[in-house]
């Protein structure tokens, strides 16, 4: 979930007020060509804190970026953008109070907007259930529900006090297209959530290695067990949240605004801000902990490891290519040597598809993009949990240092896996024989 805005949204002047009495033809045209020059500076100013805002926020400073922000918005008070990069740096700053009236008051300015209202209202809803205020940030949940992406949607919902209405909305998302590791992840957090936890359990374990379900599960436990209104969207977040009074009087979108506008740099005190608590390792067993567990949240940031995400099917048609003869030369073929792996139980998971037909593409995307994959032969289960039906696409038979350093090798060009143990995979349904049996879940 990405909500800052580097561009405006909507570009307004900055209205600077003023009586002329007595004054001439000419004098009245250099009162307003010098009001003119003013409203430029100032919103040149605004552009150029709101982009140190930007620049604070990508660093994760929030005191720097709360500073800028709140001067670009001051400058420039009805311009959505900066109050949608004021809003995040509140949020980056732990403060939720501040943050709920930020999102509000850009919903505001842009109700029309729809991948800014998404935005927008699904973080105002985090603010909402951080201060406690469970009904007001379903309803804007239920406000927004066609502005906000259903993977989202749904773990917000849960988090808000009604995990079966968030498990009900995820459940039917994990059976369409829109399903990915992400939203299954979030589907097994909500089950958590509901209390559900073999459905939690056996949800994750689609995306997961099965030797890791258990420590995710134990976090999760931790999760569920808030100490604060505040403590589980901070640990979605990865924010400390601290007390906070509300965002300035001053920047309130309906304030007034002064018949004279100072153009110099706004001074604002800079409040000091704890550092954000680093993620804890995850645990075998529950234990009370003081300060909030990094759980995972969808588009905001990554589940702990890096997981697959199912592949679109590729176009089937083929295309037609008029290629003209031409005489060339015979290459000489250059072998490259053969890749040794060591035996063992260790696999290396690629993804979660919807069957063994939409694997077998993968795999072909797959294996064209990684030479270390040439020599290797695919493999697979299908499993089937409450969120459907999928083909696991692995290879394996390795010593577990092997299988490690495959993956390494996968990651480092960009693309997701996992290792896990054995689980039944067999050879890919694509290639095993028609009277063999392949192993299912």
């Given at each position: 979930?990405?909500?800052?805005?580097?561009?405006?949204?909507?570009?307004?002047?900055?209205?600077?007020?003023?009586?002329?009495?007595?004054?001439?033809?000419?004098?009245?045209?250099?009162?307003?060509?010098?009001?003119?020059?003013?409203v430029a500076v100032a919103d040149q100013q605004a552009a150029v804190?709101?982009?140190?805002?930007?620049?604070?926020?990508?660093?994760?400073?929030?005191?720097?970026?709360?500073?800028?922000?709140?001067?670009?918005?001051?400058?420039?008070?009805?311009?959505?953008?900066?109050?949608?990069?004021?809003?995040?740096?509140?949020?980056?700053?732990?403060?939720?109070?501040?943050?709920?009236?930020?999102?509000?008051?850009?919903?505001?300015?842009?109700?029309?907007?729809?991948?800014?209202?998404?935005?927008?209202?699904?973080n105002l809803a985090l603010a909402e259930t951080a201060a406690g205020?469970?009904?007001?940030?379903?309803?804007?949940?239920?406000?927004?529900?066609?502005?906000?992406?259903?993977?989202?949607?749904?773990?917000?919902?849960?988090?808000?006090?009604?995990?079966?209405?968030?498990?009900?909305?995820?459940?039917?998302?994990?059976?369409?297209?829109?399903?990915?590791?992400?939203?299954?992840?979030?589907?097994?957090?909500?089950?958590?959530?509901?209390?559900?936890?073999?459905?939690?359990?056996?949800?994750?374990?689609?995306?997961?290695?099965?030797?890791?379900?258990?420590?995710?599960?134990?976090?999760?436990?931790?999760?569920?067990?808030?100490?604060?209104?505040?403590?589980q969207v901070a640990s979605l977040l990865r924010v400390t949240p601290?007390?906070?009074?509300?965002?300035?009087?001053?920047?309130?979108?309906?304030?007034?605004?002064?018949?004279?506008?100072?153009?110099?740099?706004?001074?604002?005190?800079?409040?000091?801000?704890?550092?954000?608590?680093?993620?804890?390792?995850?645990?075998?067993?529950?234990?009370?902990?003081?300060?909030?567990?990094?759980?995972?949240?969808?588009?905001?940031?990554?589940?702990?490891?890096?997981?697959?995400?199912?592949?679109?099917?590729?176009?089937?048609?083929?295309?037609?290519?008029?290629?003209?003869?031409?005489?060339?030369?015979?290459?000489?073929?250059?072998?490259?040597?053969?890749?040794?792996?060591?035996?063992?139980?260790?696999?290396?998971?690629?993804?979660?598809?919807?069957?063994?037909?939409?694997?077998?593409?993968?795999?072909?995307?797959?294996?064209?993009?990684?030479?270390?994959?040439?020599?290797?032969?695919?493999?697979?289960?299908?499993?089937?949990?409450?969120?459907?039906?999928?083909?696991?696409?692995?290879?394996?038979?390795?010593?577990?240092?092997?299988?490690?350093?495959?993956?390494?090798?996968?990651?480092?060009?960009?693309?997701?896996?996992?290792?896990?143990?054995?689980?039944?995979?067999?050879?890919?349904?694509?290639?095993?024989?028609?009277?063999?049996?392949?192993?299912?879940?």
């Amino acid at each position: 979930m990405k909500t800052r805005m580097t561009v405006s949204l909507g570009l307004s002047a900055l209205i600077v007020g003023g009586t002329m009495v007595g004054c001439t033809a000419g004098g009245g045209q250099g009162i307003a060509s010098a009001s003119d020059r003013s409203v430029a500076v100032a919103d040149q100013q605004a552009a150029v804190n709101a982009a140190k805002a930007d620049k604070a926020l990508g660093k994760h400073d929030a005191a720097d970026a709360v500073r800028y922000a709140e001067a670009a918005v001051q400058l420039s008070p009805r311009d959505a953008g900066y109050r949608m990069i004021l809003a995040q740096s509140y949020l980056q700053a732990g403060r939720f109070v501040s943050a709920r009236q930020a999102y509000s008051d850009v919903l505001e300015l842009v109700p029309d907007d729809h991948a800014v209202v998404g935005k927008a209202a699904l973080n105002l809803a985090l603010a909402e259930t951080a201060a406690g205020d469970w009904a007001t940030a379903r309803k804007t949940l239920d406000d927004h529900a066609t502005d906000i992406p259903v993977g989202d949607l749904g773990l917000a919902l849960a988090l808000a006090g009604n995990p079966a209405g968030g498990v009900a909305i995820l459940t039917q998302a994990a059976r369409s297209d829109q399903s990915d590791a992400k939203l299954r992840q979030n589907l097994a957090l909500s089950f958590a959530l509901a209390g559900n936890w073999n459905a939690a359990r056996v949800t994750a374990a689609v995306d997961m290695s099965p030797a890791d379900v258990d420590a995710r599960l134990a976090q999760w436990a931790t999760f569920a067990q808030p100490q604060r209104a505040s403590d589980q969207v901070a640990s979605l977040l990865r924010v400390t949240p601290v007390a906070d009074q509300g965002q300035p009087m001053a920047l309130a979108l309906n304030a007034s605004v002064p018949m004279g506008v100072a153009v110099a740099p706004v001074a604002v005190a800079e409040v000091s801000q704890p550092e954000p608590a680093a993620a804890p390792e995850m645990v075998a067993a529950v234990a009370p902990v003081s300060a909030p567990t990094s759980v995972v949240f969808g588009p905001s940031h990554e589940v702990v490891q890096a997981l697959p995400v199912r592949l679109i099917r590729a176009d089937a048609r083929a295309t037609k290519v008029a290629v003209a003869a031409v005489k060339v030369a015979t290459p000489v073929a250059v072998v490259a040597p053969k890749t040794e792996w060591a035996k063992g139980e260790w696999f290396v998971q690629f993804g979660a598809y919807d069957n063994a037909a939409v694997a077998h593409d993968g795999w072909g995307r797959i294996q064209r993009r990684y030479a270390a994959l040439g020599d290797l032969n695919p493999t697979g289960m299908n499993f089937t949990s409450k969120a459907g039906s999928f083909y696991r696409l692995s290879v394996g038979g390795f010593a577990r240092a092997d299988a490690d350093r495959l993956c390494r090798m996968v990651r480092a060009k960009g693309g997701n896996c996992f290792v896990r143990k054995d689980a039944g995979d067999r050879i890919a349904q694509w290639l095993a024989p028609k009277n063999t049996q392949v192993a299912s879940r």
